[in-house]
């Protein structure tokens, strides 16, 4: 990626890290909310986007990162930190079997994005017919406020520590995309019997991929929990989070790095923009979503950030 | 072409697709360090041969021997890493990559190292013609640009043996003349080349060994100049009679 796109990121990471010292909680809670939903478009891009898998069913590693999380505190009174780094895992792993199951298959294009939906909605109507997971009145966890169980009084200290971990998230896809897997991945995208003939690994590179991405989508999962201390079957595996997740990375700038990023901040705003102004018709939101992809699929296919970069090109060429 | 210095052996292969019989149980050898030209006539059978040798169809009968080694039924990536290296008839670009990317996914193979599997990215292309398009969109590339491509990629794996589809199809006269040396070099520093070619000239110009296909059998082996006067090879290519007609011809 070119420095310039580097440094655009960057400084849009410091100026939301300003919006908590400036901003009503109203605000900061709008910021935290778009960077949970950023945060799962970095995961699912790296998949679908530089893995050119698509998925619909994100939902099955962002609940599965939610509840591992609240259930360990819940259930076993486990450490908050430890449950997140646990709620991570089980998500990744996850991912790694979904992937096991749907890439040995050989499951591709509207194939894989519907498989991946079936399980995201098999795990939701498990967790919301189970008494372990608290059915359909859902769990929720004490408040316990203190940096020991990851919990703030301030809601500016989340604001800046998904600000943190979407900054990180970036930094490991770069470092990704700069590597040979990133080749392999790219190259799986791009044409898979070329690269099965320069001696890639196709399963092996997806199931990375997904296993990785997974991860993330998960820790998006973990956060949310956290920050709202209420999951319910519908909230962790509910299609909303795999719609947002891939609406995010599309309407943003598929395969991009800022992409997912400015995605998320731009349905997010919108989003709150239409819920100002229509706040009385139920679904509005979903519908402006619609919208949004059916434009940016019509006029922007490379996204926001590709808009963005042919407007600019377009300037310097003039 | 019998003998212990074959590195590929590729005996009673077989493959139907459907009712169409595509391959019917035949054999070639490869010899270490050679030039080995496949020819014969277009649906003969070629490019299904190397998907064969290469992993990407699986033969109905018959074996593949590399190194002494059975590889029938070895997936296409691990005879990459063995060092068998594959172009495609049709081209095969990472349409979304530039032309160094591409070649990048090559070189990774022996190179994890991102800065080295570069370099000798850029070495490849340099070898092959492609120094200049580098950072170029392979989409914007040519057919002639194409099938560059499409060896520099397979180079770009440092194979043992390499099989070539048809890199010169497409091609005008002097393109021809100036990727002939580019094969020569790629043989002089020891890497084997299988190679299906309809362009007489080359074959004649660079191989040791030939052999000829006809729907889906093996018709005739042997040096070029004794292959290219075969009346059985003279009617594959020219239609039924034509050799006895060339005779008389010959004899008027
Ligand atoms: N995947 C396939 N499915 C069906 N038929 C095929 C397939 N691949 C090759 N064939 C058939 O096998 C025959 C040989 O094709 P091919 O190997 O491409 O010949 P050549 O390379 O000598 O021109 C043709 O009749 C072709 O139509
Ligand atoms: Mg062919």
Request: charged residues 15%.
């Amino acid at each position: 990626m070119k420095r310039s796109e580097w440094l655009f990121l960057v400084a849009l990471l410091a100026a939301l890290a300003l919006v908590p010292l400036l901003a009503s909680n109203l605000v900061i809670n709008f910021l935290v909310t778009a960077l949970i939903v950023a945060l799962a478009a970095l995961g699912w891009n790296i998949l679908g986007g530089l893995g050119g898998q698509i998925s619909f069913g994100h939902a099955a590693f962002f609940g599965t990162g939610a509840y591992v999380t609240e259930l360990l505190q819940l259930r076993l009174g486990a450490n908050a930190w430890a449950a997140a780094v646990a709620g991570i895992a089980a998500g990744a792993l996850v991912g790694l079997a979904i992937g096991a199951a749907v890439f040995r298959a050989r499951l591709r294009g509207s194939y894989f994005a519907l498989v991946t939906l079936a399980f995201a909605e098999v795990l939701r109507i498990l967790a919301n017919a189970l008494d372990v997971t608290g059915g359909a009145s859902g769990l929720l966890l004490p408040l316990q406020p203190g940096a020991a169980h990851f919990q703030f009084d301030q809601r500016s200290v989340f604001a800046w520590i998904g600000i943190a971990c979407v900054g990180a998230v970036l930094l490991l896809t770069r470092h990704m995309m700069n590597s040979r897997f990133g080749a392999h991945l790219a190259a799986v995208r791009e044409n898979e019997d070329a690269a099965r003939a320069l001696g890639v690994d196709i399963l092996a590179t997806k199931l990375r991929a997904i296993t990785l991405s997974a991860a993330i989508t998960a820790a998006a999962g973990v956060f949310y929990v956290q920050y709202f201390l209420y999951l319910d079957a519908n909230i962790g595996y509910g299609t909303w989070i795999s719609i947002e997740a891939l609406l995010a990375a599309i309407i943003g700038g598929v395969g991009t790095m800022a992409g997912p990023l400015i995605g998320a901040l731009a349905l997010h705003g919108l989003g709150e923009l239409t819920r100002g102004f229509a706040g009385s018709i139920t679904g509005i939101d979903l519908v402006i979503f619609g919208l949004l992809l059916v434009a940016a699929i019509a006029f922007a296919p490379a996204g926001i950030v590709g808009a963005w970069k042919r407007y600019v090109g377009g300037r310097r060429n003039a | 072409m019998s003998g212990g210095d074959a590195m590929l052996e590729v005996s009673n292969i077989s493959r139907s697709f459907g009712g169409v019989r595509a391959l019917g149980g035949l054999s070639l050898s490869v010899a270490q360090g050679s030039i080995t030209g496949l020819i014969g006539p277009n649906g003969a059978g070629k490019t299904t041969m190397f998907g064969v040798i290469s992993g990407f169809v699986a033969p109905d009968t018959g074996s593949v021997t590399y190194r002494g080694a059975d590889i029938t039924r070895e997936p296409a990536h691990l005879r990459a890493r063995r060092g068998i290296a594959r172009t495609f008839q049709i081209v095969q670009p990472f349409a979304g990559l530039s032309v160094g990317e591409n070649i990048a996914v090559g070189s990774y193979l022996r190179h994890a190292k991102p800065s080295e599997a570069r370099a000798r990215a850029e070495a490849v292309a340099r070898r092959v013609g492609l120094g200049a398009m580098l950072d170029q969109p392979a989409s914007a590339l040519t057919v002639s640009g194409r099938k560059r491509l499409e060896l520099a990629r397979a180079l770009a794996t440092e194979p043992d043996l390499l099989l070539l589809d048809e890199v010169l199809a497409g091609l005008n006269p002097s393109e021809i003349r100036d990727i002939l040396p580019v094969i020569h070099d790629i043989r002089a520093s020891g890497v084997t080349i299988l190679m299906i070619e309809h362009v007489m000239q080359a074959v004649m110009a660079l191989c040791d060994d030939i052999f000829v296909m006809a729907q889906g059998r093996m018709i005739a082996e042997g040096k070029p100049d004794a292959v290219c006067r075969d009346p059985q090879v003279i009617e594959a290519y020219l239609g039924h009679g034509a050799a006895a007609r060339m005779q008389e011809a010959g004899n008027a």
